[in-house]
C-alpha cells in the first residue's frame, strides 16, 4: 500500500478541552483526593490516563468522598451546583467558558420571558445543564417539526455549542415563519466547532477515505464523522489507532485524518504514525 | 358589460390612520389653528377634506403660524419633537402606536450597542423617524445586497411597519448567514399591513383584474398593487373613481377592489358604484 496521509489543519482539542485538562492536572497534581462529576470531557483515553493521575469520575454527588470535585467542561445544572455548595467538597470549575457564555444566554432569555427554544441533543449533559438556566426551554434538532409557539411569542434561540451552523440557520428560518414579536438569536456554536466543521469538509473533499478520531460518547466528533459521510467520502469512526482495519485502506492514495475537540494530540500522533507505517513512508 | 365586483374582505383604514384622523378631527372641532407636520396620512383626498374643515399641512416647523400641530400617523425624528417642544406650540401627537413601537425598538437596539438594521424605503417619513432613534442605523432593502457588517456582531433588525413579511424573513435569512454574536430581530411589521397584502393576493388569485385604491405617495397602497401584479392579475393603481378607464374592463367578468390602509370607506363606495353603474348592476 502506498498513500498521502494529510491531516486536517484544524483538528483536536478546543480551548475548553485543553482548559479543562490543564485546571484537571492542576488539581491531582496537588496530591489530594479529586472527582469530577461525570467524565471530564468525552473522551474515554483521556479519562483512563486522568484517573491514572487521581481524577476520578463519579456520577452522583454522593458519590463524592471528599476532597474537591471539578465541574466538567460541559458545565452542570445549578441545582447540582447548590448542592455542591452546602457541602465542606471544594468546587473547581472546569465549565467551558463558552458554555458559560450559552448557559448565560439561556439565564437571560428565560428570566426575560422568552419562550427559549434550544436547538441541541436533549440527553447531552451540556444541553442538561442549559435547561437547567431556562427550565420551559424546548429542545428541538434541525429536522424535526418545531414545536406550537405561542402567538405574538418573544422568542429566544441559543443552541448547544457544538450543533452545526447550518442547522442552526434552518432553525432560524423556521422560526421566523411564526407569528412572532420578537425573535432574539444568540449564536453559541463555539468557532472551534465551525473550524473543525470547515476544515472537515474540505479535507473530504480531496481524499479518497477519512478518518475521524474521537470519543464515541462525543457530540462534536459524532457530527464531524457525519459531515464527512455526508460529503460523499467513505469515513470512519475509529477511538484509538487499535481500531484501524489495514484492509479499508485498499486501492486508495489519499487518506484524510481529522479529530474531535476532545481529542488529545497524542492519539492523532498514533493514528498518522500507524497509517504512515501501513503506507510504508 | 357585465362583471361582478368583489371588495377584498381586509381593505382600508387601519387602525392607527382612523385614530389619526379622528385626533385631527377633534383638534380641528375647536376651530383653532392646526397645522400637520407633512400630510396627516398618505391620502390627497383625505388630506383635501381635511385642509378643508382646518387642517393645514406644513412642511416645516418655521411654516406653523402658532396654535396646535398634530404629528402625522408616521411620526417624526425625535429632534423634530424637540424643537417643536421649545416652542409655545401645542403638540398633538398622532403617531400610529404600532409606529410609535417600532421606534422603540430602534431606540432599544441602539442605545443597546447594536448595529442596528432597518427594512425600509430610506425617503419614507417613517423610515425618517426610526433613524432618529437610531442614527447609526442601515436601512436595506430586501432585494439589494447587505451592507458589511461587522464580525461577531450584535445585529438589531426592524423594519418599517408597512414591509412586506417575506421580504422580512428573506433579510433576516441573509443576515443569518453573516459571522454574529446576536441576532434581535423585533416584527414591527403591522398585522393591518399583514391581513391586507393577505386578502389582496388572495382575490387577486380569483378575478380577472385588479383595482387597488389609494395615495400613489402610499407606501402600503404601492406594496398592495406590486402583490396582485406579482399574483400575475392585471392590476390598476388609483387614487380615485375619476381615474378609472372603463375600457380596461373589456372582456372581464370578475373585478377586485382592494385599497390601502389611509383610503377612506368613502372612496372605496365612490369606486364600487362606479364599478357596479359600469357593470349595469
Known sequence: MKFQVMVAPNSGFCFGVRRAIEIASEAVASGEKVSSLGPLIHNPQV???LRKAGLEPVEEIG?????????RSHGVHPEIMERLLDTDIEVIDATCPLVKKAQQAA???????????ILGE????????LLGHAPAAMVVDANGD???????????LLAQTTQYPADFRSVVEKLVKNDFEELRVFNTICNATVIRQKAAVELAGSVDIMFVLGGRNS???NHLAEICRAAGVETHHLETADELDPACLQGYSRVGVTAGASTPEWL???LVKRLEELSGT
Request: zero cysteines.
Open 107 to 117: 439565564a437571560l432569555l428565560s428570566s426575560g420571558g422568552y419562550t427559549v427554544v
Open 219 to 221: 457530540a462534536n466528533t
Open 268 to 270: 492523532i500522533d498514533q
Open 122 to 129: 436533549p440527553n447531552h449533559p451540556e444541553v442538561k445543564g
Open 146 to 156: 418545531l414545536p406550537n409557539l405561542p402567538r405574538h411569542a418573544r422568542i429566544g
Open 63 to 71: 458519590a463524592i468522598t471528599g476532597g474537591k470535585v471539578i465541574i
Open 47 to 49: 479519562i483512563e490516563r
